[in-house]
């Protein structure tokens, strides 16, 4: 039987007022991710959270924060991140800066080092870091605003990447984010981890029964 999906909770969709509680009852719902949306109000239209806010997620609970950093100079920040207590930084590959450089610094710190690119980017344009990434995600929205419909176009990066890493032996986990709920899910057989944030935290049924339907692999 295949390995239950990693549900990663978006707290971009949680209560902020609340948002210890909130991140509490996910996790005592069944998931240790807590996924961070950081947005810059430059590389996207939106402005979001930042180190600070990572580093109060650092003391709530010992959860996995998987910090997705849509920002358009990532290498001025990365440090903030790191000690903030980032167990992942994913880097957009449209960003600024040395890509190269920017995932070492990361891994050299002890921290897991992702990628991702945005739906009209094409998957060769991360092809030459996969060997070193320990995550990738398929964007199946544009990023920059939770709410949007799901991209089934970009399913295809999913499988092509699990085929890259049958193939060639890589090590990354695939991750999606964008449009992820109960029906979208089924389509994304080869991914591992699925970001979710409304269709979690608004669920009608409670965050626990939206846990379990999103560990289901189809």
């Known amino acids: 039987m295949a390995n239950p999906f990693i549900p ?3 707290i971009l969709s949680a209560d902020f007022a609340n948002l210890e509680k909130e991140i509490n ?3 005592d719902a069944g998931t240790d991710w807590i996924h961070v949306d950081v ?20 003391k709530i609970k010992k959860a996995y924060l998987d910090c997705h950093l849509m920002i358009e100079e990532p290498d001025r920040y990365i440090d903030d991140f790191i000690k903030a207590g980032a167990d992942n930084i ?3 590959i449209e960003s600024d800066g040395n890509m190269a ?3 070492k610094k990361i891994k050299s710190q002890g921290v897991k080092a992702g990628i991702t690119l945005r739906p009209a980017t094409p998957l060769s344009a991360i092809a030459t870091f996969l060997a070193d990434v320990d995550l990738v995600l398929v ?15 970009q ?6 990447l699990k085929r890259l890493r049958e193939e060639n032996n890589y090590k990354y986990l695939i991750q999606v984010d964008g449009g992820v709920n109960g029906e979208t899910k089924n389509q994304l057989a080869n991914a591992d981890v699925l970001v979710a944030g409304s269709y979690i935290f608004k669920h009608k049924d409670g965050y626990k029964e939206a846990i379990r339907i999103l560990k289901e692999k189809p």
């Open 8 to 10: 990663a909770p978006s």
């Open 25 to 27: 009852e996910v996790m």
């Open 39 to 58: 947005m810059d109000g430059h590389f996207v239209p939106n402005l979001t959270i930042g180190a600070p806010v990572v580093a109060s997620l650092r």
């Open 90 to 92: 994913t880097l957009h």
């Open 101 to 103: 450089d920017m995932l």
């Open 139 to 153: 964007m199946t929205v544009n990023p920059g605003f939770g709410g949007q419909s799901f991209m089934q176009d």
């Open 155 to 160: 399913v295809d990066k999913v499988d092509e």
